[in-house]
Nanobody, 124 residues
Framework: QVQLVESGGGLVQTGDSLRLSCAAS????????MAWFRQAPGKEREFVAI????????YYSESGKGRFTISRDNAKNTVYLQMNNLKPEDTALYYC?????????????????WGQGTQVTVSS
């Protein structure tokens, strides 16, 4: 089992920055591919970014390219999502997800472990 705990969400204004954190426990962190998803009210869960076990980084969401940065600190068993120049459309519940071998990295169905989510609200 893997436990994931997100933190760092909040209420910010357009153009502000936030850094989300996700602390993992229960399994060797380096065996896990870590990802961030988000879900806005009335919308499907959307893939945001991924950090593979080797530390490779892929930005999959077009909306996050150039503004979001995913990173991981294997010594702290933590993955981060740095979000800059936030926009009202970034408002969502942000989830951390983990799996040893997600078969489709952009699909939420590929991840067995999820955090409880942290709310990000961007006011205009």
């Amino acid at each position: 089992q893997v436990q994931l705990v997100e933190s760092g969400g909040g209420l910010v204004q357009t153009g502000d920055s936030l850094r989300l954190s996700c602390a993992a426990s229960g399994r060797a962190f380096t065996s896990l591919t870590m990802a961030w998803f988000r879900q806005a009210p009335g919308k499907e869960r959307e893939f945001v970014a991924i950090s593979t076990r080797s530390g490779g980084v892929i930005y999959y969401s077009e909306s996050g390219k150039g503004r979001f940065t995913i990173s991981r600190d294997n010594a702290k068993n933590t993955v981060y999502l740095q979000m800059n120049n936030l926009k009202p459309e970034d408002t969502a519940l942000y989830y951390c997800a983990a799996d040893q071998n997600p078969f489709i990295i952009a699909s939420s169905n590929s991840y067995n472990y999820w955090g409880q989510g942290t709310q990000v609200t961007v006011s205009s």
